[in-house]
């Protein structure tokens, strides 16, 4: 049995990675901004879930949901940073009141709650944090640079948190997933931003169409999702990356492959840069 701390619980894949802890048995401490609702969805969850208020941009609330964890179960061994939000617009089209709420969510919001969580697994030399990141994490798409590039900076910053607490007993971990089934292209989730810009409308405005098309009929099944995320904490070396679903495979496998081809055609010049 393992203790879980989880952002995000309320919807989507933070709800269900609460889920499946629980059906796994696990005890969960569930957070959330309303986090009222949680409960609402576990009524025979019992004493194996707590339910936290956080806001991931109020370091306070983080503060307090990690120390109510601590008092409840005495340990947090897998800390779930889930909680995010989107932003599908041009880059040029991004102002920058939207794209600092971008990232004080998706960036500053996993940050603070590192902050919080590891000094209670370093004390354990034991633990798992879990970063979700997205298939645009590692290879990106037009309408998705903002966003992109917050999902970016938790690859950057979870790999080399990956090296600074292995020695401490500390596994580390990035989910990206792909398109799933949940609300995450709703409105709600999803801020496509005030401003269009028409040179923009065969990329981005084609984007937009797709990602309105395809809300509620992604591939991606979260359930199934939850599940695996749930059962790699069990493995005795898991991975840096765990890419979920098949189209999150593809763009990376075609991001490979074109980097590759890149790097060889243009590998002269970069030798030819050193010194003598």
């Given at each position: 049995m393992s203790v879980w701390f989880i952002t995000g619980s309320s919807r989507g894949f933070g709800l269900e990675i609460t889920r499946a802890a629980l059906t796994a048995g696990h005890q969960v401490v569930a957070t959330a901004r309303k986090a009222e609702t949680i409960r609402e969805q576990f009524p025979d969850a019992g004493d194996a879930l707590l339910t936290a208020p956080l806001d991931v941009t109020d370091p306070q609330s983080i503060q307090t949901a990690v120390d109510a964890a601590v008092e409840r179960f005495g340990r947090i061994d897998v800390l779930v940073n889930n909680a995010g939000?989107?932003?599908?617009?041009?880059?040029?089209?991004?102002?920058?009141?939207?794209?600092?709420?971008?990232?004080?969510?998706?960036?500053?919001?996993?940050?603070?709650?590192?902050?919080?969580?590891?000094?209670?697994?370093?004390?354990?030399?034991?633990?798992?944090?879990?970063?979700?990141?997205?298939?645009?994490?590692?290879?990106?798409?037009?309408?998705?640079?903002?966003?992109?590039?917050?999902?970016?900076?938790?690859?950057?910053?979870?790999?080399?948190?990956?090296?600074?607490?292995?020695?401490?007993?500390?596994?580390?971990?990035?989910?990206?997933?792909?398109?799933?089934?949940?609300?995450?292209?709703?409105?709600?989730?999803?801020?496509?931003?005030?401003?269009?810009?028409?040179?923009?409308?065969?990329?981005?405005?084609?984007?937009?169409?797709?990602?309105?098309?395809?809300?509620?009929?992604?591939?991606?099944?979260?359930?199934?999702?939850a599940r695996a995320i749930v059962e790699l904490t069990a493995a005795p070396e898991p991975p840096l990356r765990l890419p979920l679903g098949a189209d999150t495979l593809q763009a990376f496998d075609t991001k490979l492959d074109t980097f590759r081809t890149e790097m060889d055609a243009w590998r002269h010049v970069t030798l030819s840069t050193d010194h003598d």
């Open positions: 939000t989107g932003l599908l617009a041009a880059v040029e089209e991004s102002n920058d009141a939207a794209v600092r709420a971008v990232y004080e969510t998706n960036v500053f919001g996993p940050l603070a709650v590192q902050r919080a969580a590891l000094p209670v697994l370093r004390r354990q030399r034991s633990g798992h944090v879990i970063n979700i990141s997205s298939i645009v994490g590692f290879a990106t798409a037009p309408g998705w640079g903002i966003y992109a590039s917050t999902k970016f900076a938790v690859e950057g910053f979870t790999e080399t948190l990956h090296t600074e607490l292995a020695p401490l007993g500390i596994h580390v971990t990035l989910v990206e997933p792909g398109f799933f089934r949940t609300d995450f292209l709703d409105p709600a989730s999803l801020h496509t931003g005030p401003d269009t810009i028409d040179d923009y409308a065969p990329t981005v405005g084609a984007m937009r169409a797709a990602a309105a098309s395809l809300n509620h009929a992604q591939p991606g099944d979260p359930v199934k999702a």
